[in-house]
């Protein structure tokens, strides 16, 4: 029964929306202090090529790799963002774009380590090696009715919705606290901001490096699900289209992020029975999109309505508003 | 706060909810009537992965062309009855990975042909020769495709083979003992075309005087080609796309390089000799499709194809009319529509005749065939004798 149900197609997709969540979350959270990177791509190429890396050369877990990953995406974040930060607006974008295509650049010329454009292929995979694990201590996926492939796919699938529970759970912490105060202020009003005492310099490091940790983060995810990276991954096409994801769904609140990078990344699929076309409808959507809600589908606005709506519907008060329309 | 996790709960649960309901439809629709019968034609659903929108569409479409045309055809003749499922990658390994998933758990699909780009085959072919289908790549040239598994194929000529046997010729025409080479380090295939390059070059015993690299979509090679002119080598070696490669050749000859070139697969096209005009002579390729091959086939298939879609087919739609004969064949011979007696036979096919000449798999399932080498002469590509 659950073997029929489980088809490893639809798992493969649900598994790359959770990859483009974190994507999507990465640049919310540089947006939610008003700071538009564009380096996302180059984050993620850096954390998809250091787990690569250590994991094909040092046999490290997996897990380790990641971190690695990630925290390596983080170090360069801080070291790019103190200097790069000092811009604003467009040219941050710029610049942060001309640092993707640099990291590009160096996977393609670094030959020795990367094996340049030919890419890295044998990168242990994440399903396949939790597979043997669970062989190993004498589990077999038959014993509940999946196929080998299923199965892998499923474990990959829970654990990545598991990453993403957290993620969004802390993120929205962050953004009640202190430090998400902090980044709606500075992105009000950068000025009014300092003279209010913040430490803005710091802020605006902080959620940059967040938002490369992450990047770097989804990036390692990506090469361990995917097996195989080569450069032309983490090109600028990267960056706009995580870009898109934040933008499309709205870059106010964090839900917004989770539902442009689930529903573009849907999109193609579900248009698949169009064939040549379905590029066609997802740009126009993208057109409309931006002429009649620029502040993406989902904004506070909308969160409010959804959860007056979700309130009266508990009926917690009775004939209160029959009373108004009489 | 709370609610806002809750509510994030309820998202990524709804979602799955949605992704569990739409796989309920498709996987329950029938799978017992695709076995043929023993006196009828074997009939099977095959894959097709391919690259049809997006910059390389050019390169999907012509291979898609191929493969409608050889299916009419195969039909017609009554041996096997198979029926193609088209799906699009995009020329990304992400979409070309979940629709290669789409096909694979699909139980009436025996096999897959495809993905078109060396890239995405890296990323599909390991998931299926794990889940046991077989794939047979028709324009993925770059090293290492099939010895990624037993179930991987291709039909499509590596470098590997194409480059010696261009260079050998050339050697022995023009008497070549210096080279230089010339590639693009940003892209897969001029890049795995240029470590061959360099691999048969050394193995030849060439002096190679120096190795120039250049970028995607470069207009400018002077510098380049300034100090490949004054170290006068007997040949040039360039691995680039047809686009830069044009752009190459007519630089070199307006500074007065008269030297040949010699290039991969990649600049094998007719658009050479469109862009670059007069300075494409002397540009030597090996390749598997020569389209005025004196041939009832080649011919027929020529015609047949302009006819159909207004323009003169390519070398990829021509490997991929081969490779879907290919698949009828194998079909045919393993008599019923499963995927491990599809993949036994397939491994044994020899000495097919098709349009590019005859065709085996060696044991990894790489390709065994004679290349053609050209040469462009008086605007035009003619066989380099």
């Not at chain 1, 450069?231 to 090109?235: K, T, V, Y």
């Given at each position: 029964m659950l073997g029929e149900i489980l088809n490893p197609y639809y798992l493969q997709v649900a598994a790359f929306i959770m990859i483009n969540i974190i994507l999507a979350i990465s640049i919310y959270i540089t947006l939610s202090s008003g700071q538009l990177s564009l380096g996302s791509a180059g984050f993620m190429g850096i954390g998809a090529y250091t787990s690569a890396l250590l994991t094909i050369h040092f046999e490290l877990p997996i897990i380790v790799g990641i971190l690695a990953g990630a925290v390596v995406a983080g170090i360069i974040g801080i070291l790019i963002g103190i200097p790069a930060l000092r811009l604003q607006g467009v040219y941050l974008a710029i610049a942060t774009l001309g640092f993707g295509e640099v990291v590009r650049i160096i996977f393609v010329n670094w030959e020795s380590v990367t094996r340049g454009s030919i890419g890295l292929s044998g990168i242990p995979h994440m399903g396949r090696e939790l597979l043997r694990f669970f062989k190993d201590i004498g589990f077999d996926p038959d014993m509940i009715g999946l196929k080998n492939n299923q199965f892998i796919y499923l474990l990959v699938l829970l654990i990545l919705v598991l990453i993403n529970i957290i993620l969004i759970w802390f993120f929205t912490r962050q953004n009640k606290s202190r430090i998400g105060r902090a980044f709606a202020a500075i992105k009000m009003d950068e000025k009014a901001a300092e003279a209010m005492g913040l430490n803005i310099t710091y802020y605006k490091v902080l959620s940059f490096a967040q938002g490369a940790v992450l990047a770097g983060f989804a990036g390692a995810l990506y090469a361990h699900v995917l097996a195989y990276i080569s450069?032309?991954?983490?090109?600028y096409h990267r960056a706009i289209e995580i870009l898109i994801f934040s933008v499309f769904g709205g870059s106010e609140v964090i839900l917004g992020a989770v539902f442009g990078a689930t529903f573009l990344t849907l999109l193609p699929e579900a248009l698949r029975f169009i064939s040549e076309y379905r590029y066609m409808i997802y740009g126009a959507i993208l057109v409309l999109m931006m002429a009649f809600r620029p502040q993406g589908i989902i904004d506070a606005s909308v969160l409010n309505w959804f959860k007056k709506n979700l309130k009266s519907k508990r009926g917690t008060n009775h004939g209160t508003r029959i009373n108004k329309n009489n | 706060m709370r609610r806002v996790i809750k509510k994030s709960y309820l998202v990524i649960t709804a979602l799955m909810l949605v992704l569990l309901a739409a796989c309920g439809e498709g996987s329950g629709s029938g799978s017992a009537d695709s076995k043929g019968s023993s006196d009828g034609p074997v009939s099977a659903k095959i894959g097709v992965i391919s690259y049809l929108t997006g910059p390389g569409a050019a390169y999907g479409e012509a291979i898609t062309n191929g493969f409608n045309l050889a299916l009419e055809e195969v039909n017609e003749k009554g041996d096997v009855n198979i029926e193609l499922v088209v799906e699009d990658s995009a020329g990304k390994q992400e979409q070309a990975l979940t629709v290669s998933q789409k096909l694979m758990s699909d139980d009436e699909i025996v096999a897959i042909l495809g993905p078109t780009l060396s890239t995405e085959m890296n990323v599909v072919a390991p998931e299926a020769d794990i889940n046991g289908i077989s794939i047979l790549g028709t324009s993925t040239t770059a090293a290492g495709i099939p010895q990624i598994g037993d179930y991987v194929f291709r039909n499509s000529i590596p470098e590997s083979l194409a480059i010696p046997a261009a260079l050998e010729k050339a050697v022995a025409a023009y008497d070549v003992k210096k080279v230089a080479i010339l590639y693009g380090n940003d892209d897969l295939f001029t890049q795995s075309g240029f470590d061959t390059m360099k691999k048969v070059a050394e193995d030849m015993n060439l002096e190679i005087v120096t190795i120039e690299t250049f970028q995607k979509g470069q207009s400018d090679y002077n510098a380049q080609l300034t100090k490949i002119k004054d170290l006068q080598p007997d040949l040039i070696l360039a691995s680039a796309l047809y686009n830069e490669g044009a752009v190459i050749m007519g630089q070199a000859r307006k500074m007065g390089i008269d030297t040949p070139f010699l290039g991969g697969n990649g600049f094998n096209s007719p658009k050479v000799i469109e862009i670059a005009g007069e300075a494409a002579d002397g540009l030597i390729v090996a390749t598997p499709w020569f389209a005025e091959k004196e041939n009832s086939k080649v011919q027929a298939f020529v015609e047949k194809y302009k006819a159909k879609y207004g323009m003169a087919p390519d070398q990829f739609a021509a490997q991929a009319y081969d490779a879907l004969y290919i698949y009828a064949e194998a079909l045919k011979n393993a008599g019923e529509a499963d995927r491990d007696a599809f993949r036994d036979s397939l491994a044994e096919i020899k000495g097919l005749e098709g349009i590019l000449g005859e065709f085996s798999f060696d044991k990894d399932g790489d390709v065994i065939m004679d290349p053609t080498v050209l040469i462009i002469k008086d605007g035009k590509f003619q066989i380099f004798e």
């Open positions: 450069p032309a991954d983490f090109a | -």
